[in-house]
């Protein structure tokens, strides 16, 4: 039997694709109808935030929310695909002689270079679509891939210990981001600036927004019923949220503009969505403000919520 709306966390195990844990929800939830807010590759952990049913229309608002990430680079060579997951890149005498020589203060400093506002150029086994097609998609024919670098934020990237190995260096590391920032370019980027190569070997997703991955599920087990947040409390969470009356809630409902005076949001962002949340807690729809009134965005059907 199918659930409710509404959006599940799962603690992502190792060595599948997020692809094979929505596969699961499906079948365990009765439903098709369930889409994520970002994936992981199959070697990285950690929290995948899903969307069943109607509250998939809740994911477009998820996905850009920042994230953070506890991971593992090791210094000395690189792969073809900037993690474990490729091909060892043979060390060159350079790399060799960048890791004898490296200090903490040196990589402190190198690490300080990737925080605030970078251009970050994907690692071209990545999901970046070129021309409609998968960058990784590309490789795997055999194409030569070079994508351009796109703006993102790094806010914190910072080392939490390191170990020194034969003609390595491992650190585990912190990193809170923008969407869109990939880890494993922030490795090998680290590496070049230390005039070595880098990647990643480990990496957990701890956080997107504020769903954390203590929150979430193991997916042996899971208990979707027990587990589903709803769509109100889900939105709570990730927008700013105007309170509607019951016949402002049958107003939207019906895609109608519905007038709202200015103390009612007066610590929203002008441009920003909001969530509009009627009486016994429900969702009844994501709006923008045109000047005094309230436009419907994306409406969520009301039966879907009991």
Known sequence: MGVNSGILLVDKPQGITSHDVVARMRRLAGTRKIGHAGTLDPMATGLLVLGVD??????????????????????GWGTTTDDAEGEALPATDADRAAIAGLTDEAVRDAMRLQVG?????????????????????RVRDGEQVELASRRVTVSVFEPLASRAGEGCLDLDVRVECSSGTYVRALARDLGAALGTAGHLTALRRSRIGRYSVDEAGELEGFDVAASLIGPADAARRSLPVVEVSAAEAVDLGHGKRVAVDAARLATSDRHAPLAAIGPGNRLIAIVERRGDQLKVVTGFPQEAQS
């Open 54 to 75: 109607s509250a998939t229309r809740l994911l477009h608002y998820l996905v850009g929310l920042d994230k953070e990430y506890f991971a593992t680079i090791r210094l």
């Open 117 to 137: 506002e970078i251009d970050q150029v994907p690692s071209a086994v990545s999901a970046v679509k070129v021309d409609g097609k998968r960058a990784y998609q």
